[in-house]
Protein backbone atom coordinates (compact mmCIF):
# COMPACT_ATOMS: atom_id res chain seq x y z
CA UNK A 1 0.00 0.00 0.00
CA UNK A 2 1.22 3.58 -0.82
CA UNK A 3 2.81 5.61 1.58
CA UNK A 4 0.18 8.58 0.34
CA UNK A 5 -2.60 5.98 1.48
CA UNK A 6 -1.01 6.54 5.13
CA UNK A 7 -0.94 10.31 5.12
CA UNK A 8 -2.92 12.28 7.81
CA UNK A 9 -5.37 14.73 6.32
CA UNK A 10 -5.14 18.17 8.18
CA UNK A 11 -6.85 20.78 9.75
CA UNK A 12 -5.59 22.95 7.16
CA UNK A 13 -6.50 20.96 4.56
CA UNK A 14 -10.28 20.70 5.62
CA UNK A 15 -9.90 24.56 6.26
CA UNK A 16 -9.05 25.18 2.59
CA UNK A 17 -11.70 23.11 1.26
CA UNK A 18 -14.44 24.77 3.02
CA UNK A 19 -13.48 28.15 2.82
CA UNK A 20 -12.40 28.66 6.67
CA UNK A 21 -9.68 29.08 9.03
CA UNK A 22 -8.55 26.14 10.47
CA UNK A 23 -9.30 27.54 14.27
CA UNK A 24 -13.22 27.61 13.12
CA UNK A 25 -12.82 23.93 11.37
CA UNK A 26 -11.26 22.47 15.01
CA UNK A 27 -13.92 24.18 16.54
CA UNK A 28 -16.56 22.53 14.31
CA UNK A 29 -15.39 19.68 14.72
CA UNK A 30 -15.45 19.70 18.36
CA UNK A 31 -18.96 20.66 18.08
CA UNK A 32 -18.21 24.11 19.96
CA UNK A 33 -21.52 25.67 20.61
CA UNK A 34 -20.32 28.77 19.40
CA UNK A 35 -20.14 27.47 15.54
CA UNK A 36 -23.47 27.21 14.05
CA UNK A 37 -25.14 23.90 13.48
CA UNK A 38 -24.96 24.41 9.12
CA UNK A 39 -21.04 25.29 9.80
CA UNK A 40 -20.47 22.24 11.71
CA UNK A 41 -22.15 20.04 9.30
CA UNK A 42 -20.75 21.87 6.16
CA UNK A 43 -17.35 21.06 8.00
CA UNK A 44 -17.75 17.36 8.68
CA UNK A 45 -19.04 16.80 5.39
CA UNK A 46 -15.73 17.60 4.33
CA UNK A 47 -13.98 16.08 6.48
CA UNK A 48 -15.54 13.08 5.74
CA UNK A 49 -14.87 13.22 2.05
CA UNK A 50 -11.30 14.02 2.39
CA UNK A 51 -10.79 10.71 4.92
CA UNK A 52 -9.93 12.77 8.18
CA UNK A 53 -9.84 10.74 10.83
CA UNK A 54 -8.43 12.86 14.41
CA UNK A 55 -5.16 11.45 15.91
CA UNK A 56 -6.75 10.47 19.14
CA UNK A 57 -3.66 11.09 21.27
CA UNK A 58 -3.02 14.56 19.91
CA UNK A 59 -6.75 15.08 20.91
CA UNK A 60 -6.29 14.17 24.50
CA UNK A 61 -2.94 16.71 24.74
CA UNK A 62 -4.67 19.30 23.01
CA UNK A 63 -7.78 19.21 25.09
CA UNK A 64 -5.39 19.03 28.13
CA UNK A 65 -3.74 22.03 26.59
CA UNK A 66 -6.35 23.98 25.88
CA UNK A 67 -7.15 24.21 29.82
CA UNK A 68 -4.44 26.75 30.54
CA UNK A 69 -5.50 29.11 33.01
CA UNK A 70 -8.37 27.29 33.45
CA UNK A 71 -6.82 23.94 34.32
CA UNK A 72 -7.52 24.30 38.49
CA UNK A 73 -11.77 24.73 37.41
CA UNK A 74 -11.42 21.86 34.27
CA UNK A 75 -9.83 19.18 36.82
CA UNK A 76 -12.95 19.05 38.97
CA UNK A 77 -15.70 16.92 38.32
CA UNK A 78 -18.86 17.52 39.97
CA UNK A 79 -20.88 14.20 41.75
CA UNK A 80 -24.81 15.31 41.67
CA UNK A 81 -26.46 13.57 44.67
CA UNK A 82 -29.87 14.06 46.84
CA UNK A 83 -27.67 12.27 49.44
CA UNK A 84 -26.21 13.77 51.91
CA UNK A 85 -22.53 13.20 52.91
CA UNK A 86 -22.80 11.30 55.47
CA UNK A 87 -24.57 8.68 54.18
CA UNK A 88 -22.90 8.25 51.15
CA UNK A 89 -19.91 7.51 53.25
CA UNK A 90 -22.49 4.74 55.38
CA UNK A 91 -24.00 3.26 52.22
CA UNK A 92 -22.32 0.03 50.97
CA UNK A 93 -23.28 0.00 47.59
CA UNK A 94 -23.30 4.35 47.15
CA UNK A 95 -19.50 4.28 49.43
CA UNK A 96 -18.50 2.40 47.20
CA UNK A 97 -19.23 3.61 43.75
CA UNK A 98 -17.79 7.09 45.50
CA UNK A 99 -14.40 5.32 45.91
CA UNK A 100 -14.52 3.92 42.03
CA UNK A 101 -14.89 7.84 41.14
CA UNK A 102 -12.60 8.77 43.60
CA UNK A 103 -9.75 6.32 42.36
CA UNK A 104 -9.91 6.56 39.00
CA UNK A 105 -10.38 10.39 39.50
CA UNK A 106 -6.90 11.06 40.91
CA UNK A 107 -5.19 8.58 38.57
CA UNK A 108 -6.30 10.84 35.47
CA UNK A 109 -5.65 13.90 37.91
CA UNK A 110 -9.28 15.19 38.41
CA UNK A 111 -10.65 17.07 42.29
CA UNK A 112 -13.59 15.78 43.21
CA UNK A 113 -16.57 17.91 44.67
CA UNK A 114 -20.69 16.61 45.85
CA UNK A 115 -22.87 18.88 45.17
CA UNK A 116 -25.77 17.86 47.22
CA UNK A 117 -29.15 18.77 46.10
CA UNK A 118 -31.46 19.85 49.06
CA UNK A 119 -34.70 22.86 49.72
CA UNK A 120 -31.85 25.07 50.01
CA UNK A 121 -29.98 23.94 47.16
CA UNK A 122 -31.91 23.60 43.99
CA UNK A 123 -30.15 21.98 40.79
CA UNK A 124 -30.81 25.03 38.82
CA UNK A 125 -28.58 26.95 41.85
CA UNK A 126 -25.74 24.12 41.14
CA UNK A 127 -25.95 24.55 37.82
CA UNK A 128 -24.93 28.65 38.25
CA UNK A 129 -22.20 27.61 40.45
CA UNK A 130 -20.62 25.32 38.27
CA UNK A 131 -21.02 27.37 35.23
CA UNK A 132 -19.57 30.64 37.49
CA UNK A 133 -16.25 28.18 38.24
CA UNK A 134 -16.13 26.53 34.81
CA UNK A 135 -16.78 22.90 36.34
CA UNK A 136 -17.88 21.30 32.76
CA UNK A 137 -17.65 17.66 34.08
CA UNK A 138 -20.69 15.99 35.99
CA UNK A 139 -21.23 12.72 37.79
CA UNK A 140 -24.99 12.17 38.81
CA UNK A 141 -25.02 9.51 41.20
CA UNK A 142 -27.82 7.51 42.28
CA UNK A 143 -30.58 8.92 43.76
CA UNK A 144 -33.05 8.22 47.06
CA UNK A 145 -36.18 8.34 44.83
CA UNK A 146 -36.31 5.25 42.68
CA UNK A 147 -36.90 7.23 39.56
CA UNK A 148 -36.40 11.06 38.83
CA UNK A 149 -35.60 13.63 36.41
CA UNK A 150 -33.82 16.56 36.10
CA UNK A 151 -35.55 19.44 34.37
CA UNK A 152 -33.97 22.48 35.90
CA UNK A 153 -30.42 22.03 34.78
CA UNK A 154 -29.07 23.01 31.18
CA UNK A 155 -26.67 19.99 30.33
CA UNK A 156 -26.16 21.75 27.21
CA UNK A 157 -22.75 23.45 29.28
CA UNK A 158 -21.56 19.93 30.48
CA UNK A 159 -20.04 16.52 29.61
CA UNK A 160 -22.26 14.18 32.04
CA UNK A 161 -22.98 10.70 32.55
CA UNK A 162 -25.24 9.14 35.10
CA UNK A 163 -24.98 5.95 37.21
CA UNK A 164 -27.79 3.45 37.24
CA UNK A 165 -31.00 3.40 35.60
CA UNK A 166 -32.85 5.77 38.06
CA UNK A 167 -32.51 8.93 36.21
CA UNK A 168 -35.27 8.76 33.60
CA UNK A 169 -34.79 12.24 32.00
CA UNK A 170 -32.76 13.74 29.87
CA UNK A 171 -31.10 10.70 28.86
CA UNK A 172 -27.63 11.14 29.44
CA UNK A 173 -24.61 8.49 28.34
CA UNK A 174 -24.83 6.16 31.41
CA UNK A 175 -22.82 3.49 33.47
CA UNK A 176 -25.13 0.41 35.43
CA UNK A 177 -25.05 -2.91 36.22
CA UNK A 178 -25.74 -5.68 33.86
CA UNK A 179 -28.66 -6.18 35.43
CA UNK A 180 -31.13 -8.26 33.39
CA UNK A 181 -27.94 -10.88 32.97
CA UNK A 182 -27.49 -11.00 36.42
CA UNK A 183 -30.92 -12.12 37.02
CA UNK A 184 -30.55 -14.38 34.06
CA UNK A 185 -27.04 -15.90 35.21
CA UNK A 186 -28.20 -16.18 39.01
CA UNK A 187 -31.46 -18.27 38.18
CA UNK A 188 -29.32 -20.11 35.28
CA UNK A 189 -27.01 -21.26 39.08
CA UNK A 190 -30.17 -22.41 40.75
CA UNK A 191 -31.37 -24.88 38.21
CA UNK A 192 -28.10 -25.91 37.52
CA UNK A 193 -28.54 -27.26 41.36
CA UNK A 194 -31.54 -29.17 40.52
CA UNK A 195 -34.16 -26.96 41.89
CA UNK A 196 -37.99 -26.84 40.70
CA UNK A 197 -39.89 -23.96 42.48
CA UNK A 198 -37.88 -20.80 42.10
CA UNK A 199 -39.62 -17.91 43.82
CA UNK A 200 -38.60 -14.01 43.39
CA UNK A 201 -38.29 -11.58 46.36
CA UNK A 202 -37.75 -7.93 46.11
CA UNK A 203 -38.67 -4.28 47.01
CA UNK A 204 -40.59 -2.45 44.95
CA UNK A 205 -38.76 0.19 44.70
CA UNK A 206 -36.04 -1.81 43.50
CA UNK A 207 -38.16 -3.11 41.09
CA UNK A 208 -38.77 0.61 39.81
CA UNK A 209 -35.04 1.40 39.95
CA UNK A 210 -33.81 -1.36 37.77
CA UNK A 211 -37.46 -0.91 35.70
CA UNK A 212 -37.94 -4.40 36.32
CA UNK A 213 -35.00 -5.98 34.86
CA UNK A 214 -34.32 -8.37 37.48
CA UNK A 215 -37.35 -9.63 37.03
CA UNK A 216 -37.96 -9.94 33.74
CA UNK A 217 -34.47 -11.75 33.83
CA UNK A 218 -35.37 -14.46 36.30
CA UNK A 219 -39.14 -15.37 35.04
CA UNK A 220 -37.66 -15.12 31.36
CA UNK A 221 -34.53 -17.21 32.59
CA UNK A 222 -37.18 -20.17 34.11
CA UNK A 223 -39.27 -19.85 30.55
CA UNK A 224 -36.34 -20.62 28.91
CA UNK A 225 -35.29 -23.56 31.04
CA UNK A 226 -39.26 -25.11 31.44
CA UNK A 227 -39.74 -24.31 34.50
CA UNK A 228 -43.18 -23.42 35.20
CA UNK A 229 -43.67 -20.43 37.27
CA UNK A 230 -46.29 -21.54 40.01
CA UNK A 231 -44.71 -19.71 42.25
CA UNK A 232 -45.29 -15.98 41.55
CA UNK A 233 -42.77 -13.08 42.47
CA UNK A 234 -43.13 -11.26 46.26
CA UNK A 235 -42.69 -7.74 45.79
CA UNK A 236 -42.75 -5.81 49.36
CA UNK A 237 -42.79 -2.51 49.84
CA UNK A 238 -40.64 -3.16 53.04
CA UNK A 239 -38.64 -5.48 54.51
CA UNK A 240 -41.63 -7.64 55.68
CA UNK A 241 -41.10 -10.78 57.09
CA UNK A 242 -44.96 -11.77 57.67
CA UNK A 243 -45.58 -11.32 54.03
CA UNK A 244 -42.50 -13.45 53.27
CA UNK A 245 -43.47 -16.50 55.73
CA UNK A 246 -47.13 -16.18 53.89
CA UNK A 247 -45.91 -16.66 50.67
CA UNK A 248 -43.66 -19.49 51.57
CA UNK A 249 -46.73 -21.22 53.39
CA UNK A 250 -49.20 -20.54 50.41
CA UNK A 251 -46.26 -21.56 47.54
CA UNK A 252 -43.88 -23.74 48.69
CA UNK A 253 -40.75 -22.98 46.89
CA UNK A 254 -37.37 -25.06 47.03
CA UNK A 255 -35.43 -21.69 46.32
CA UNK A 256 -36.06 -18.51 46.52
CA UNK A 257 -33.89 -15.51 44.23
CA UNK A 258 -34.12 -12.16 46.49
CA UNK A 259 -32.51 -9.05 45.06
CA UNK A 260 -31.19 -6.39 47.23
CA UNK A 261 -32.77 -7.82 50.24
CA UNK A 262 -31.18 -9.38 53.56
CA UNK A 263 -33.50 -12.64 53.18
CA UNK A 264 -31.33 -15.06 54.81
CA UNK A 265 -32.04 -13.01 57.99
CA UNK A 266 -35.48 -12.80 57.28
CA UNK A 267 -35.49 -16.63 56.58
CA UNK A 268 -33.78 -17.67 59.71
CA UNK A 269 -36.94 -15.12 61.83
CA UNK A 270 -39.31 -17.60 60.38
CA UNK A 271 -37.45 -20.52 61.14
CA UNK A 272 -36.24 -21.77 57.66
CA UNK A 273 -32.38 -21.88 57.55
CA UNK A 274 -30.95 -20.65 53.78
CA UNK A 275 -28.61 -23.84 52.37
CA UNK A 276 -30.82 -26.26 54.98
CA UNK A 277 -34.30 -25.79 54.51
CA UNK A 278 -34.47 -23.83 51.02
CA UNK A 279 -32.04 -22.74 48.64
CA UNK A 280 -30.93 -19.29 48.41
CA UNK A 281 -29.12 -17.36 45.89
CA UNK A 282 -29.16 -13.64 45.86
CA UNK A 283 -28.44 -10.63 43.43
CA UNK A 284 -26.97 -7.17 44.05
CA UNK A 285 -26.07 -8.26 47.67
CA UNK A 286 -23.01 -7.72 49.84
CA UNK A 287 -23.82 -9.85 53.05
CA UNK A 288 -21.84 -12.49 54.68
CA UNK A 289 -19.59 -14.92 52.88
CA UNK A 290 -21.84 -18.25 52.95
CA UNK A 291 -24.67 -16.59 50.96
CA UNK A 292 -24.91 -17.43 47.51
CA UNK A 293 -24.88 -14.45 45.09
CA UNK A 294 -24.30 -12.36 42.09
CA UNK A 295 -22.26 -9.25 43.23
CA UNK A 296 -22.11 -5.88 41.43
CA UNK A 297 -18.49 -4.19 41.60
CA UNK A 298 -20.06 -0.68 42.53
CA UNK A 299 -16.53 0.68 42.27
CA UNK A 300 -16.26 -0.63 38.55
CA UNK A 301 -19.60 1.56 37.90
CA UNK A 302 -17.56 4.95 39.77
CA UNK A 303 -14.58 3.79 37.69
CA UNK A 304 -16.63 3.61 34.57
CA UNK A 305 -18.22 7.10 34.65
CA UNK A 306 -15.09 9.27 35.18
CA UNK A 307 -13.89 7.35 32.03
CA UNK A 308 -16.82 8.36 30.12
CA UNK A 309 -16.98 12.20 30.91
CA UNK A 310 -13.11 12.61 30.84
CA UNK A 311 -13.60 11.06 26.84
CA UNK A 312 -16.22 13.35 26.79
CA UNK A 313 -14.38 16.38 28.07
CA UNK A 314 -11.32 15.50 26.17
CA UNK A 315 -13.39 15.45 22.78
CA UNK A 316 -15.12 18.96 24.11
CA UNK A 317 -18.76 16.97 23.38
CA UNK A 318 -21.60 18.81 25.49
CA UNK A 319 -25.04 18.32 26.01
CA UNK A 320 -27.92 15.59 25.90
CA UNK A 321 -26.09 13.27 23.17
CA UNK A 322 -28.84 12.43 20.46
CA UNK A 323 -27.85 8.75 20.89
CA UNK A 324 -26.97 8.01 24.47
CA UNK A 325 -24.07 5.24 25.06
CA UNK A 326 -24.43 2.60 27.82
CA UNK A 327 -21.18 1.33 29.60
CA UNK A 328 -22.79 -2.13 30.84
CA UNK A 329 -20.63 -3.84 33.86
CA UNK A 330 -20.95 -7.48 34.52
CA UNK A 331 -20.95 -8.79 37.86
CA UNK A 332 -19.16 -11.91 39.43
CA UNK A 333 -20.78 -15.10 40.82
CA UNK A 334 -19.88 -15.81 44.41
CA UNK A 335 -20.61 -19.59 45.62
CA UNK A 336 -22.13 -20.01 48.97
CA UNK A 337 -23.19 -22.39 50.87
CA UNK A 338 -27.05 -21.61 50.68
CA UNK A 339 -27.85 -23.07 47.77
CA UNK A 340 -26.37 -26.52 48.02
CA UNK A 341 -27.68 -28.78 45.33
CA UNK A 342 -31.45 -29.32 45.61
CA UNK A 343 -30.71 -32.95 46.85
CA UNK A 344 -29.18 -31.97 50.10
CA UNK A 345 -32.01 -30.23 51.58
CA UNK A 346 -34.27 -31.13 54.76
CA UNK A 347 -37.63 -31.35 54.80
CA UNK A 348 -39.15 -27.96 56.50
CA UNK A 349 -39.46 -27.44 59.84
CA UNK A 350 -42.90 -26.51 61.42
CA UNK A 351 -43.53 -22.67 60.58
CA UNK A 352 -44.80 -21.02 63.99
CA UNK A 353 -47.51 -17.99 63.77
CA UNK A 354 -45.34 -16.00 65.44
CA UNK A 355 -42.10 -14.74 64.03
CA UNK A 356 -38.75 -14.97 65.77
CA UNK A 357 -37.14 -11.80 66.75
Known sequence: MSAAKHKRI?????????GMSPATVSLALRNDPRIAKDTVARVRTAADK??????????????????????????????????????????TYMNGMVRGIMERGEQLGYRLEL???????????????????????????????????????????????????GMVSPELHRVASQQTRAAMEVTEKVVDNGYKRVGLVMERTNNVRTHHRYMSGVLGQLVATGHSLDVPPLILDNEDAESVQNWLLKYKPDAVIAASLPLDRMLRSIGLIAGKH??????NYIGPEEVARLETPYHALGQGSVNMVHSQLCFHELGVPEIPQV?????????????????????WPAIKTKLRP
Open 115 to 165: FQKSDQLSYRRIQSILTARGIQGVIILPHKQASFTIDNFDFNKFSSVCIGY
Open 278 to 283: IGLAMI
Open 10 to 18: TLAQIAEAV
Open 50 to 91: LGYRPDPHLSHLMGYLRGGTMQSAGSVLALLSDWPEKELREH
Open 327 to 347: LSVPGKWIAGSTLPHRDKLKR
